[in-house]
């Protein structure tokens, strides 16, 4: 059973100030969900009953978002948490936070539970939003993008990790397919035809302007598509066909492995070992796949699930695990090798940078990585590059026929507001 811990602690003044303070005035310049203490590992967004939804939180439903991650100690942290609108370009909005939260902002991070026959010991805390009981100020009334950030009690300023989300007013509907055969007829690519119908009543004066329709595939925030020109307008209804900005590479299926029994190698993994303290898994070594023939694979389309076969709670009794990577290729000259999925929190993050053996002529990293079944692939980076230029293609390739998640969001940004509205969301799979 998971135990919960309750704090109640009053509130000092620099703190109550700082919770009247509008989001810009806070440090949220890196808006990505991401870590920043490498003490922290593990940061999942997802819905509570629902594995592939995106964390959006939709009116009059039962929807929540789980914000969930392990501190690397068995002494538990005071945690608490603040959340700051952003407008549709992930950059703070400027509402005032009494415009889009009914209280201060500022929660307790009570739900916390100590790691259950690990060898690697380990906090798991657990940010479920709303949270009518532990935090019920805790839930935007406004409709838009959301960051989440956490820090310890009474630190805002020092933020550990932070985590997107999103509250639509779920008004819009949007209707579309994904389809191989584009506009660039280049063999590589996939193109949206999106249908995006407005409320009835909606005033939209300029919808070439006011309506912004934003994409990304498999939830890389690199793939992020902007379009505000539909080839069409029927009424309320927004026709967008034959849009280059709806155009992305094709990419290739997520390779994928399991260590979900620690004495047992899963699929892709070779062999586990365990020495010392810890185990290690060593993965099957990969290779260069573009180029090569297309194969079909059904994947997670990214994502990880922990999980411990053994375990009833597998966020308490799934092991950390040094999972072993190599990539047998030649050096890629003038770009840096990075693991990428859900997991990496798709950053260009040094933990997850593989280092090039001359003698081997092969790439290989070593990551702690909680015991499940994981979705991953290769990206390569110029040097010196932030992550925003990640590119898959030079290592996995581009095949028209891979299955793709397409999530797009319609936002309403009128003269003069403040903020974006979120009209609606929407996810569109290809299947080949």
Request: proline share 6%; with cysteine; charged share 25%.
């Amino acid at each position: 059973m998971r135990i919960r811990h309750f704090l109640q602690r009053a509130l000092p003044l620099a703190a109550l100030l700082s919770a009247v303070l509008p989001a810009a005035a806070q440090d949220v310049e890196d808006t990505s969900t991401a870590i920043f203490d490498p003490g922290f590992r593990t940061l999942k967004v997802s819905m509570d009953d629902d594995f592939f939804a995106l964390p959006v939180l939709r009116p009059e439903t039962d929807d929540a978002v789980v914000i969930s991650f392990d501190e690397m100690t068995s002494d538990p942290s005071y945690l608490q948490y603040s959340i700051y609108q952003c407008d549709a370009d992930w950059k703070p909005s400027q509402l005032i936070e009494s415009e889009y939260l009914p209280g201060f902002n500022r929660g307790d991070v009570s739900d916390r539970a100590l790691s259950s026959n690990t060898f690697q010991f380990f906090t798991n805390y657990r940010i479920t939003v709303p949270d009518p009981e532990g935090n019920p100020d805790m839930m935007p009334t406004q409709s838009g993008n959301y960051l989440l950030k956490v820090y310890r009690e009474f630190e805002p300023e020092e933020t550990l990790l932070q985590a997107r989300f999103q509250v639509s007013e779920n008004t819009a509907t949007i209707s579309g397919e994904a389809s191989a055969v584009t506009d660039l007829a280049d063999g590589e690519s996939q193109q949206l035809e999106l249908t995006v119908t407005l409320p009835s009543g909606l005033r939209v004066t300029d919808p070439y302007s006011q309506i912004l329709v934003v994409t990304e595939q498999n939830g890389r925030p690199q793939s992020r598509r902007v379009t505000t020109r539909p080839l069409q307008i029927d009424h309320n209804r927004l026709i967008y066909r034959h849009n280059r900005d709806l155009l992305f590479p094709a990419g290739n299926e997520y390779r994928r492995f399991e260590t979900v029994e620690a004495l047992t190698p899963g699929m892709h993994t070779d062999s586990i070992r365990h020495i010392g303290r810890l185990y290690d898994a060593y993965l099957a070594k990969d290779e260069r796949r573009a180029d090569r023939q297309y194969l079909y694979d059904q994947t997670q389309r990214g994502r990880y699930l922990i999980r411990n076969g053994s375990a009833t709670d597998s966020d308490l009794g799934a092991d950390y695990i040094d999972t072993y990577f190599t990539l047998d290729m030649p050096e890629v000259i003038g770009a840096d090798i990075y693991l990428d999925g859900e997991f990496t929190n798709h950053r260009a993050d040094p933990r997850f940078r593989l280092e090039y053996d001359r003698q081997e002529h092969l790439y290989r990293v070593a990551v702690p990585l909680k015991q499940g079944s994981y979705n991953y692939q290769y990206v390569a980076v110029p040097h010196g590059g932030d992550g925003s230029q990640a590119d898959p293609a030079v290592i996995e390739g581009n095949y028209p026929d891979t299955c793709n998640e397409y999530n797009v969001s319609v936002y309403l940004r009128l003269p003069g507001a403040r903020t974006d509205r979120l009209l609606g969301t929407s996810t569109i799979i290809f299947q080949p």
